[in-house]
């Protein structure tokens, strides 16, 4: 079994910095695409940023100009670093991969356990 753990988040007030960081429990045969999302209570968790395996990304319209999410495919790892935070990024924050586990195993889904940001006024 692989788990995505993310770690990097807390207590910061608007305007400061955090940065996320998730890394595999076991290394993958492979990994398509990385991306941050988040989730607040009674909201659908919604996308924030993602990377492919080339290195293009994609972001959020209210993240554009904050975040930047960047991967390090030797360390199988993938960051998101948030500047210029507000209170409303306030969410519990989750990495994703789309990726093969095994060269036997089809693409899958995989998802870490979350980390919480909470951004103070």
């Known amino acids: 079994q692989v788990q995505l753990v993310e770690s990097g988040g807390g207590l910061v007030q608007a305007g400061g910095s955090l940065r996320l960081s998730c890394a595999a429990s076991r290394s993958m045969f492979s990994i398509n695409a990385m991306g941050w999302y988040r989730q607040v209570p009674g909201k659908q968790r919604e996308l924030v940023a993602t990377i492919t395996s080339g290195g293009r990304t994609n972001y959020a319209d209210f993240v554009k100009g904050r975040f930047t999410i960047s991967r390090d495919n030797a360390k199988n790892a993938v960051y998101l670093q948030m500047n210029s935070l507000k209170p409303e990024d306030t969410a519990v924050y989750y990495c994703?991969?789309?990726?093969?586990?095994?060269?036997?195993?089809?693409?899958?889904?995989?998802w870490g356990q979350g980390t919480q940001v909470t951004v103070s006024s």
């Open positions: 994703n991969w789309r990726a093969r586990r095994t060269v036997w195993l089809a693409e899958d889904d995989y």
